[in-house]
């Protein structure tokens, strides 16, 4: 199967950590990304981490990947109202469609 | 920045109607997609197209949907008879070899 799950929704305060965290199960996925969408905007992609990577950190954004439990997060430091909206966990291999989560709502309050 | 435009933002249809969703892709990109989404819901898969012909197509993918490249630049996903439930947005995006795929902005379409 290639099920995506993540939680519904996150809150957390202006200026703490955010952890968002996704499981899959198709293990054959070379790629993992997390994307982000504002209300009413299309996708942006935010990061994405190769398979064969355990972390990857790109400025206030940590992606961690455990392949043995299939497990994917994603941190962001010293988390903004900005940052306020849906974050989704996708995967796939090279060249290969996208299979995305159901999405995180991430609700900052100041 | 080169960016993967999208038209019309938001289509409202009667049902039964035929729609076709635009979208122009990066100009030097080779694979294209069409994604939905509906409201609430997660994104999925439609089709991928590459070198003129669909390379690989979801269940939702129907004999209702047919996408097309009729020229160098854009990319057209047409749904022949809507119905209410492809009510949703959809989402095109493009890539190249060695590039992640970058999405547009979206179509709201709306069938009433």
């Known amino acids: 199967g290639e099920d995506v799950e993540q939680s519904l929704f996150l809150s957390v305060r202006e200026g703490d950590s955010s952890v968002i965290n996704c499981t899959y199960t198709?293990?054959?996925?070379?790629?993992l990304y997390w994307y982000k969408q504002e209300p009413g905007a299309g996708l942006q992609l935010l990061t994405y981490?190769?398979?064969?990577?355990d972390m990857k950190q790109d400025q206030r954004l940590t992606v961690l990947l455990n392949k043995k439990d299939k497990h994917l997060s994603l941190r962001i430091a010293d988390t903004q109202t900005g940052d306020s909206a849906i974050y989704f966990c996708?995967?796939?291999?090279?060249?290969?469609?996208?299979?995305f989560g159901g999405g995180t709502r991430v609700l900052v309050k100041p | 920045e080169p960016e993967v435009t999208q038209t019309p933002s938001h289509q409202v249809t009667q049902m039964g109607q035929e729609v076709i969703l635009r979208c122009v892709p990066i100009?030097?990109?080779?694979?294209f997609y069409w994604y939905r989404q509906i409201l609430g819901q997660k994104v999925e898969f439609l089709v991928s197209f590459y070198n003129n012909e669909i390379s690989e197509k979801s269940e939702i993918f129907d004999d209702q949907f047919s996408v097309e490249r009729p020229d160098g630049s854009n990319f057209t996903l047409k749904i022949r008879s809507t119905k209410l439930e492809d009510s949703a947005m959809y989402f095109c995006?493009?890539?190249?070899?060695?590039?992640?795929?970058?999405f547009g902005q979206g179509t709201r379409l709306t069938v009433v």
């Open positions: 198709d293990s054959s996925s070379t790629y």
């Open positions: 995006a493009s890539r190249s070899t060695n590039t992640e795929a970058f």
């Open positions: 981490i190769f398979s064969n990577m």
């Open positions: 100009s030097n990109h080779l694979y």
């Open positions: 996708a995967h796939g291999a090279a060249g290969n469609k996208l299979t």
